[in-house]
């Protein structure tokens, strides 16, 4: 019991983390990168809470298929990183 | 300046909305009326092994029908206002010649990815897993041969062939359940089967593959036309 309370607090404290480096990083690259690790350990955290389904769902969509949709919309507005 | 007072009235705003939430929370022992009765029913209605399953598709079918409805509405709104590329701009541009091993890799691992995806959604009333779940890791290995043959253009009519038909017949399977059963979406027009087996459950086996089917149609059509989007109007 006390492991999954570690973890799960491990876990919560790199997704705020992650989540603060989407926000505030300099290159749009590494802050779509970082969005995409707070799904996956959202996805970890609906496995420890069981709630596959959910996780299976969260691991697909929010960290594997939107990220990659992150990187095509990022290639098409290259030349305006700050805009 | 004003545009950061707003920021913090908005924050205000969601801290005392989830104030209120966390406020009204107390822990239950036992499950309230609504999910009492999918707990201790849905297995001998429904007949389907995972519980998650005959809510999504069966007891909430209709919120399941609303979401393939709003992913198809964005599907094609992204069709709408993308241009997309011609196949000789495309060979035009010039990809860097993609690597060995990618090439290599996508041909033994695509077969396998859909293999698994398709898994997941003809299992999705045994096993954790669904439509949803199966479409994304479908999508997903579309990407992997996107990703080691950017000029492809092949596959885009059975892609939006497969995407109508499952979709049409979604609903067909919906409007046979009001006929043949208690109502819209009733997974009781097939016999529910032996409990815990493949052909078990009615019709979500085949309700959750049509979605997985179309949900994976419709990804990759969004891919695709990301793919090939020019680069500007």
Known sequence: ?83 | MVKKIFALIALAGIAFMLWGLFKSYRHQETLPRTSRYYAQKGPDELGSANLVTSVVVTYRGLDTLGEVTILFSVASIIGFFLKSRTQRELKAEGFRETSELLHTSTAFLVPIIFLFGAYVFVGGHLSPGGGFQGGAIIASGTLLLFLATPTASRGKTIISLVESVSGVAYVGIGIAGIFLAAGFLDNRILPTGRFGTIFSAGAIPVIYSLIGLKVGAELSAILYKLKDAKEDE
């Open chain 1, 1 to 83: 019991m006390i492991y999954f309370w570690v973890l799960t607090i491990v876990i919560c404290a790199v997704m705020l983390g992650s989540a603060i480096m989407a926000l505030y990083h300099k290159s749009l690259a590494v802050t779509v990168i970082a969005a995409g690790l707070v799904s996956l350990l959202a996805s970890i955290l609906y496995l420890i809470l069981a709630a596959p389904d959910v996780a299976m769902t969260e691991a697909a969509i929010g960290s594997g298929l939107s990220t990659v949709m992150f990187f095509y919309v990022l290639r098409r507005m290259r030349g305006g990183e700050n805009g």
